[in-house]
Nanobody
Framework: QVQLVESGGGLVQAGGSLRLSCAAS????????MGWFRQAPGKEREFVGA????????YYADSVKGRFTISRDNAKNMVDLQMNSLKPEDTAVYYC???????????????WGQGTQVTVSS
């Protein structure tokens, strides 16, 4: 139904910036809220942030608020996660997800990308 592909992960020094992109297939991208999640080894997957269907609303986990920004371009079927002032604790696999619910829970989202690794060195 919906396929999501993340890109832009890599290795970055603490204090640096990285932009992740998520490209979506299909004709219904603008009917989905989009979320970003991350998972570090040995830890549960955690919510990073979400953006509403129109892109008019966003919210973020406290751990990334003020540093990360989500945006979307519905004409291009794409959502981005701009990450600034990166910290070693941001190291994780980052996933984008699409769902009918604008929420912070994993089960609010139906479709998931494959993930992209972000590593922040100290």
């Amino acid at each position: 139904q919906v396929q999501l592909v993340e890109s832009g992960g890599g290795l970055v020094q603490a204090g640096g910036s990285l932009r992740l992109s998520c490209a979506a297939s299909g004709r219904t991208f603008n009917t989905y809220s989009m979320g970003w999640f991350r998972q570090a080894p040995g830890k549960e997957r955690e919510f990073v942030g979400a953006i509403s269907r129109s892109g008019g609303s966003t919210y973020y986990a406290d751990s990334v608020k003020g540093r990360f920004t989500i945006s979307r371009d519905n004409a291009k079927n794409m959502v981005d996660l701009q990450m600034n002032s990166l910290k070693p604790e941001d190291t994780a696999v980052y996933y984008c997800a699409a769902g009918r619910i604008y929420g912070a829970r994993e089960n609010d989202y139906t479709y998931w990308g494959q993930g992209t690794q972000v590593t922040v060195s100290s």
